[in-house]
């Protein structure tokens, strides 16, 4: 009975690392672009915003992930996987962050370009709409930089029409 | 005799350039119509901003000096060379208050690239810009490829006497009608033309992508911009690699092409003969060098087998166009193989067409110089006393004559002198030779691929250098040196 727990645990223990192993830890998105050789055709995790729009592709849907500097591609065969996601990074809203397990390809036998076929995602962290609160100097700049325009504009205006023209 | 100026001079350029400005200060309000549209009323005050200030800076300097002298080529130089850094720095306001940027000459660069059309980028967060900022960001793409005095010029006609300068001044050699404003309207016209044609196969293939109605139409006219004229910004920090999409890379080829030929040669085409194109000097010249360098590239990149034609070819037609746009991911043109990177960079020293949007050397002056070459061979070939003049083709047959042939090694020596300086400034700052070499040649023939020298955090002074490279290559030297000597004429009186 003891070694049959002991046997548990020890498969338990196994299978955890199993599956941390089998993604190489290329979680910073830099390190993947920097070595991509190194990466090539290897299960990967990378962490990042998801930018822009799902994107159609004949064969399924394609999503982007930046982490501000460094972007890439990912791409899913089942549009089902990044259905959950719900906000997506533009001026009006910060994209969720997500967590990306799948296969980095520096040359995807595919698609012809660098890119990750997803294989699973995990939402790490919600993203938001933005509020963007309006600045009161530069309301104040405004309004003087309006009001010294018009001026101008108005003596402008009295030149072209009683000037003597140019 | 050079002419030595007096206030009356300035006094005539400060006018005209008050004209400009305010010209440019018109294009400010698109933006601040989209950020109407849109509700993005930060932005709002960013145009508003930027357009109060140039716009009253624009009437004050009209108002202030008046025209004094028969304005001449020189003032209408002095004029472009002070006009594109003045415009520069007003673009880059409403770019600066977007809080984008970590500093003002961050956003003069990115301001200058965007006028220049070369697409070299120090932008922050791209991903997160507004709309209307975007707009504008493009928008001064689609002004500067056309030139943007030529643009007021054509809104504002009041100077028509010294036009041809102004012109010339914008590095367009070669007039398609006699009347140059008429020629500044046919390019707008062709322009515009191709901007419906444009926006529709963008949009079509945008949004069946996904894209939402209202996405797809901004996009579709921002990748025109910088396509048609080869500018290379995109509204996402992936550039073109963020559509994943083949057939909009092909889309984007063609109009790339159709942006790096000669104005003068879209002319003959629509009214005169097509038979032109098979023809002509300059398509000859891209198509050879074309060729060459992808069998270059092909050696180089042999190893990728498929991708080599969407990673390699796209690039090369990219540099080739000087439109700058990739399809790479971050970094990924780094560990492109040196033959690969020089294969490029040799693409983007040499352009596209004269009288086009392109930047570098032009087609018509590397040709110029390869067969000068094999003249002076045959030449040597010959008996002593024959007289041998060889020809070419561009819209008519031309003799390739002594002076061609001058102007054509000036501009060719200049460009070089340019590219490895800003090499050898890069260099003294601790970067390797050769992608020192590549980004000083992209800054230069307004080109905008980038191996990463280019970021905010890079050296200031490496920043103005590449400004200062823009500014000259957009403008072709000539209207630059023209006003140094005006300047220094100033202390032999």
């Known amino acids: 009975m003891k070694s049959k727990s002991k046997l548990f645990i020890f498969c338990l223990l196994f299978m955890t690392l199993a599956t941390s192993l089998a993604y190489a830890k290329a979680s910073a998105l830099e390190a993947l672009l920097a070595f991509p050789d190194r990466f090539d055709q290897r299960r990967v995790q990378i962490e990042g915003e998801v930018i822009g729009e799902p994107l159609n592709d004949a064969q399924g849907v394609w999503l982007n992930i930046s982490t501000g500097p460094q972007q890439v591609g990912v791409f899913s065969s089942d549009k089902n996987l990044i259905e959950r996601i719900a906000y997506w990074g533009s001026y009006q809203e910060t994209g969720d962050w997500v967590r990306v397990k799948g296969v980095f390809y520096k040359e995807c036998p595919d698609h012809q370009i660098s890119d990750v076929h997803l294989e699973s995602l995990e939402i790490i962290r919600e993203g938001y709409v933005n509020e963007y609160s309006i600045s009161p100097q530069k309301q104040q700049l405004a309004k003087i930089l309006s009001i010294i325009c018009l001026i101008i504009a108005f003596i402008y205006l009295i030149k072209l029409k009683y000037g003597k023209r140019d | 005799m050079i002419i030595s100026p007096d206030r009356r001079d300035f006094s005539t350029i400060l006018n005209i350039l008050g004209r400009l400005i305010l010209g440019l200060s018109l294009f400010m309000i698109i933006p601040i119509i989209v950020a109407l549209i849109k509700g993005e009323y930060s932005p709002l005050l960013d145009f508003l901003i930027g357009f109060a200030f140039s716009a009253g800076l624009g009437m004050l300097l009209t108002l202030v000096f008046p025209i004094k002298k028969e304005a001449s080529w020189v003032h209408a130089f002095f004029t472009v060379s002070l006009g594109w850094l003045v415009f520069s720095l007003l673009g880059a306001i409403p770019l600066y208050l977007s809080a984008h940027f970590s500093s003002f000459i961050d956003a003069w660069f990115e301001s200058m690239s965007g006028f220049s059309t070369t697409g070299l980028i120090l932008i922050q967060d791209l991903d997160h810009l507004s709309i209307s900022h975007n707009m504008w960001r493009h928008l001064t793409m689609f002004i500067g490829g056309q030139g943007i005095i030529l643009a007021s010029l054509s809104i504002l006609t009041r100077a028509r006497s010294v036009a041809l300068g102004f012109y010339i001044g914008e590095a367009r050699q070669e007039k398609i009608l006699p009347n140059v404003i008429a020629t500044a309207r046919f390019i707008w016209k062709v322009s515009f033309v191709y901007l419906i044609l444009g926006v529709i196969t963008f949009f079509t293939i945008l949004y069946s992508q996904g894209l939402s109605g209202e996405k797809s139409f901004f996009h579709a006219i921002w990748l025109f911009f910088a396509s048609f004229d080869t500018g290379g910004f995109t509204p996402q920090a992936q550039n073109i690699a963020y559509y994943h999409s083949f057939s909009l890379e092909i889309a984007t080829i063609v109009f790339m092409i159709l942006g790096a030929i000669n104005f003068n040669l879209h002319f003959w085409l629509w009214n005169k003969s097509k038979k032109e194109i098979f023809r002509n000097f300059e398509i000859r010249t891209f198509f050879f060098s074309i060729c060459s360098l992808s069998l270059i590239l092909y ?16 690039q090369l037609i990219s540099a080739h166009s000087g439109c ?22 040799f693409a983007m020293m040499i352009g596209g067409g004269i009288c086009s949007t392109t930047g570098g050397i032009k087609l018509m002056r590397v040709g110029i110089v390869f067969k000068s070459f094999f003249m002076e061979i045959k030449r040597w070939m010959m008996p002593f006393r024959a007289v041998y003049k060889d020809r070419f083709h561009h819209l008519q047959s031309l003799v390739l004559s002594d002076k061609r042939m001058k102007e054509a090694y000036l501009f060719f020596f200049i460009f070089i002198f340019t590219y490895v300086a800003g090499a050898i400034i890069a260099m003294g700052f601790g970067y390797p030779a050769s992608e020192a070499l590549f980004e000083s040649v992209s800054a230069t023939a307004n080109v905008g691929l980038s191996v990463g020298i280019t970021s905010p955090a890079m050296p200031l002074v490496l920043k103005l250098v590449y400004i200062f490279q823009m500014w000259a290559g957009r403008l072709e030297f000539i209207a630059i040196f023209v006003s140094l000597g005006f300047i220094l004429s100033l202390f032999r009186r």
């Open chain 2, 324 to 345: 700058g746009f990739t399809n790479l991911a971050s970094g990924e043109l780094n560990h492109f193989p040196a033959l690969g990177l020089l294969a490029i960079i």
């Open chain 2, 299 to 314: 050696f180089s990149l042999i190893k990728m087998g498929p991708a080599m034609f969407r990673k390699g070819f796209y």
